[in-house]
C-alpha cells in the first residue's frame, strides 16, 4: 500500500496514543480537527489549540480542557510534543514552522485520530457522497442496538449535538475522507463505500487515481474484515469486483437487482420528509424500513449503516432499523434552519455535482408536493471543482425554479484567471425547463432577493461547503423583516 501524500506516510503504522505527550492543534475549529480533539480530550490527552477566529466550537473545546488561543503565533507551540494539522495548513504556517524546528511529531489529523482507535474495532465509511450522513446513520443504529460506539464525523449529529464522542466502547465509527489520501490510515474492520466518483482531482489528477485509492482503501480492511459497497454506483460496484478476486467479504446494497441488500418501494410521505422502503434481505426474507430524513439517496445512506451494523458488528436487525426510524439527520445535511411565513429555509453542505443533484432534486420534490417553488442558492467550492465540473453542477441545479449562483468560494485555491461561477450559469441557461439564473451579488442582496422571490408554500435551499451556511440565517432575518412590513 502506498501513501499517495508527498507530505504525510498514510502506510506507517500510527503511533501509539500514550506516546503523544501534549498535543497541540493548528486550526482546531475545523469540523474534522474539533472532532479528533474531542476525542483525545475524552481520553486524557492535554490538548492545546489555535485557530483563526473564536467561534462556538472553540468555547465548547475550552469547557472540555483544552487550551485554545485565537491567532498563529510561535510561541502557541511552546511546550507541545505532538502538532496535528490538516492538509489545508501550509509549510509556512509560523506553528507549523515552530514545531518542525522544535522536532515536535507532525501528525496529519487522521493520523492523530487512529492514534485513538488503535485498542477499537472501527467501522471507515468513504464515498464522494453520502459519508457523513451514512457515518451519523451507523453511530445511531449502533447505539439503538446498545453497542455504545465512539464516533468522528465530518457533521454534528443534530439529536446528539455533538461531532465526535469517546464512549469507551471496543467500536469506533470513524469518517473516512478521501480528499487527500488520508483514509488509507485507519486499517478498518467494517469499510463502507458509498460511491466512487471523480471527485479531488485536484488532488489525484485523474479518476484512474481516485479508483486506486478507493482499492487501497479497501484492501487496507484487517484480516477477515467486511467491505460493503454500493451497488447502484458504477465505481462501487466496481470495487466490489476488486476486492471480490482479492478475497475480501463484501457485501452490496442498493436499488440495482444485483445488490446483497436490495431495496424497493422507496416512497415518501405526503410532505416528502419521511419515506419508506423495503429490504430485500441477504438471508432472505424482507424488512420495512422507515427514515425521518428525505430523499432515494438517504435510503440508501440507511442500507449501508444497515449492513454494516447487523453483518459487520452483528448487531440486532430489529433494534438497528428502529435506530435509522428515528435518526434526525446531521448539521447542514438537508438542515431545516427554520420557517417564516409559511417558507421553509433549509441548508446543505453539499459541494460535487453528485451531492447537489441528489439535494436540489429531493428538496425540488418536497416543494411540489407543497405546491410551492424551490429556490437555491449556490456557492461552488474550489475553483478547480467549478472548472471540472460546471456541466455536472448546471445539471444537478436544474430542477430548481430560481437558482442565484454566488462567487466562488476559493477556500484552499487562489483565484484562477475565467473561472467564475459564470461558468455553471451558462451551461445552466442552455438546459430545457424555465428557470431564474441570477450570478454574483454580496451575502445581503442574495438574503434580500430570495426573501422577495419566496412565497407561502416555497422551500429556499442555500447549499455549498464555504461559508453559504450564513446566508440562511440572513434569509429568515430577511423573511422576517418583510412579514412585519
Same mark, same amino acid.
Given at each position: 500500500? !502506498?501513501?499517495?501524500?508527498? =507530505?504525510?506516510?498514510?502506510?506507517?503504522?500510527?503511533?501509539?496514543?500514550?506516546?503523544?505527550?501534549?498535543?497541540?492543534?493548528?486550526?482546531?475549529?475545523?469540523?474534522?480537527? $474539533?472532532?479528533?480533539?474531542?476525542?483525545?480530550?475524552?481520553?486524557?490527552?492535554?490538548?492545546?489549540?489555535?485557530? #483563526?477566529?473564536? $467561534?462556538?466550537?472553540? +468555547?465548547?473545546? =475550552?469547557?472540555?480542557?483544552?487550551?485554545?488561543?485565537?491567532?498563529?503565533?510561535?510561541?502557541?507551540?511552546?511546550?507541545?510534543?505532538?502538532?496535528?494539522?490538516?492538509?489545508?495548513?501550509?509549510?509556512?504556517?509560523? +506553528?507549523?514552522?515552530? %514545531?518542525?524546528?522544535?522536532?515536535?511529531?507532525?501528525?496529519?489529523?487522521?493520523?492523530?485520530?487512529?492514534?485513538?482507535?488503535?485498542?477499537?474495532?472501527?467501522?471507515?465509511?468513504?464515498g464522494a457522497n453520502g459519508k457523513t450522513t451514512t457515518t451519523s446513520m451507523l453511530t445511531v443504529a449502533l447505539q439503538a442496538a446498545g453497542l455504545d460506539p465512539s464516533f468522528a464525523s465530518g457533521g454534528e449529529l443534530t439529536g446528539q449535538g455533538t461531532n465526535a464522542a469517546w464512549t469507551g466502547g471496543d467500536l469506533f465509527v470513524v469518517e473516512a475522507d478521501e480528499s487527500d489520501g488520508s483514509f488509507l490510515v485507519y486499517r478498518p474492520e467494517v469499510a463502507v463505500v458509498t460511491n466512487v466518483q471523480p471527485d479531488h482531482l485536484d488532488f489525484y489528477g485523474t479518476f484512474a487515481e481516485v479508483e486506486a485509492a478507493y482499492a487501497e482503501f479497501a484492501a487496507s480492511l484487517r484480516t477477515g474484515g467486511l467491505l460493503v459497497a454500493c451497488a447502484d454506483?458504477?465505481?462501487?460496484?466496481?470495487?466490489?469486483?476488486?476486492?471480490?478476486?482479492?478475497?475480501?467479504?463484501?457485501?452490496?446494497?442498493?436499488?440495482?437487482?444485483?445488490?446483497?441488500?436490495?431495496? $424497493? &418501494?422507496?416512497?415518501?410521505? /405526503?410532505?416528502?420528509?419521511?419515506?419508506?422502503?423495503?429490504?430485500?434481505?441477504?438471508?432472505?426474507? !424482507?424488512?420495512?424500513?422507515?427514515?425521518?430524513?428525505?430523499?432515494?439517496?438517504?435510503?440508501?445512506?440507511?442500507?449501508?449503516?444497515? @449492513?454494516?451494523?447487523?453483518?459487520?458488528?452483528?448487531?440486532?436487525?430489529?433494534?438497528?432499523?428502529?435506530?435509522?426510524?428515528?435518526? &434526525?439527520?446531521?448539521?447542514?445535511?438537508?438542515?431545516?434552519?427554520?420557517?417564516? #411565513?409559511?417558507?421553509?429555509?433549509? /441548508?446543505?453542505?453539499?459541494?460535487?455535482? #453528485?451531492?447537489? *443533484?441528489?439535494?436540489?432534486?429531493?428538496?425540488?420534490?418536497?416543494?411540489?408536493?407543497?405546491?410551492?417553488?424551490?429556490?437555491?442558492?449556490?456557492?461552488?467550492?474550489?475553483?478547480?471543482?467549478?472548472?471540472?465540473?460546471?456541466?455536472?453542477?448546471?445539471?444537478?441545479?436544474?430542477?430548481?425554479?430560481?437558482?442565484?449562483?454566488?462567487?466562488?468560494?476559493?477556500?484552499?485555491?487562489?483565484?484562477?484567471?475565467?473561472?467564475?461561477?459564470?461558468?455553471?450559469?451558462?451551461?445552466?441557461?442552455?438546459?430545457?425547463?424555465?428557470? !431564474?439564473?441570477?450570478?454574483?451579488?454580496?451575502?445581503?442582496? %442574495?438574503?434580500? %432577493? @430570495? *426573501?422577495?422571490?419566496?412565497?407561502?408554500?416555497?422551500?429556499?435551499?442555500?447549499?455549498? %461547503?464555504?461559508?453559504?451556511?450564513?446566508?440562511?440565517?440572513?434569509?429568515? /432575518?430577511?423573511?422576517?423583516?418583510?412579514?412585519? =412590513?
Amino acid at each position: 500500500m !502506498t501513501s499517495r501524500n508527498p =507530505r504525510f506516510d498514510f502506510s506507517h503504522e500510527v503511533p501509539g496514543l500514550e506516546t503523544l505527550g501534549r498535543v497541540h492543534f493548528i486550526a482546531i475549529g475545523g469540523s474534522g480537527m $474539533s472532532a479528533v480533539a474531542r476525542v483525545m480530550l475524552a481520553r486524557g490527552v492535554e490538548v492545546s489549540g489555535s485557530d #483563526g477566529r473564536d $467561534s462556538p466550537v472553540l +468555547e465548547t473545546l =475550552r469547557g472540555l480542557g483544552a487550551r485554545v488561543v485565537v491567532g498563529h503565533d510561535a510561541a502557541n507551540v511552546a511546550g507541545a510534543d505532538t502538532v496535528v494539522i490538516s492538509s489545508a495548513i501550509p509549510e509556512t504556517n509560523v +506553528e507549523l514552522a515552530a %514545531a518542525r524546528a522544535a522536532g515536535c511529531l507532525v501528525l496529519h489529523r487522521a493520523q492523530g485520530l487512529a492514534a485513538t482507535m488503535t485498542d477499537s474495532r472501527p467501522a471507515a465509511v468513504a464515498g464522494a457522497n453520502g459519508k457523513t450522513t451514512t457515518t451519523s446513520m451507523l453511530t445511531v443504529a449502533l447505539q439503538a442496538a446498545g453497542l455504545d460506539p465512539s464516533f468522528a464525523s465530518g457533521g454534528e449529529l443534530t439529536g446528539q449535538g455533538t461531532n465526535a464522542a469517546w464512549t469507551g466502547g471496543d467500536l469506533f465509527v470513524v469518517e473516512a475522507d478521501e480528499s487527500d489520501g488520508s483514509f488509507l490510515v485507519y486499517r478498518p474492520e467494517v469499510a463502507v463505500v458509498t460511491n466512487v466518483q471523480p471527485d479531488h482531482l485536484d488532488f489525484y489528477g485523474t479518476f484512474a487515481e481516485v479508483e486506486a485509492a478507493y482499492a487501497e482503501f479497501a484492501a487496507s480492511l484487517r484480516t477477515g474484515g467486511l467491505l460493503v459497497a454500493c451497488a447502484d454506483d458504477a465505481g462501487s460496484r466496481r470495487l466490489a469486483g476488486v476486492a471480490v478476486e482479492r478475497g475480501t467479504r463484501v457485501l452490496t446494497y442498493g436499488f440495482d437487482e444485483s445488490a446483497d441488500l436490495r431495496l $424497493s &418501494d422507496h416512497r415518501a410521505d /405526503d410532505e416528502g420528509i419521511g419515506t419508506t422502503s423495503v429490504l430485500h434481505l441477504p438471508g432472505g426474507g !424482507t424488512a420495512p424500513m422507515r427514515l425521518a430524513t428525505p430523499g432515494r439517496h438517504n435510503a440508501l445512506n440507511a442500507a449501508a449503516a444497515y @449492513l454494516a451494523a447487523t453483518a459487520g458488528f452483528d448487531a440486532d436487525p430489529l433494534l438497528v432499523l428502529d435506530g435509522l426510524a428515528g435518526f &434526525d439527520g446531521a448539521r447542514r445535511r438537508f438542515e431545516v434552519r427554520g420557517e417564516v #411565513g409559511g417558507v421553509t429555509v433549509v /441548508d446543505d453542505y453539499a459541494h460535487n455535482p #453528485g451531492k447537489v *443533484a441528489a439535494v436540489v432534486g429531493t428538496a425540488a420534490d418536497i416543494a411540489a408536493r407543497r405546491g410551492g417553488r424551490l429556490h437555491v442558492a449556490f456557492q461552488p467550492h474550489l475553483y478547480s471543482r467549478t472548472r471540472d465540473f460546471a456541466d455536472g453542477f448546471a445539471a444537478g441545479l436544474a430542477p430548481a425554479d430560481t437558482v442565484l449562483l454566488l462567487d466562488v468560494y476559493g477556500a484552499r485555491e487562489q483565484p484562477m484567471e475565467g473561472i467564475t461561477s459564470e461558468l455553471v450559469a451558462g451551461p445552466l441557461r442552455d438546459l430545457p425547463g424555465s428557470r !431564474t439564473v441570477t450570478v454574483g451579488g454580496t451575502f445581503a442582496a %442574495a438574503a434580500a %432577493a @430570495l *426573501a422577495a422571490t419566496a412565497a407561502p408554500g416555497d422551500l429556499v435551499l442555500t447549499v455549498g %461547503a464555504g461559508d453559504v451556511t450564513e446566508l440562511a440565517g440572513l434569509v429568515l /432575518d430577511a423573511l422576517r423583516a418583510a412579514g412585519e =412590513r
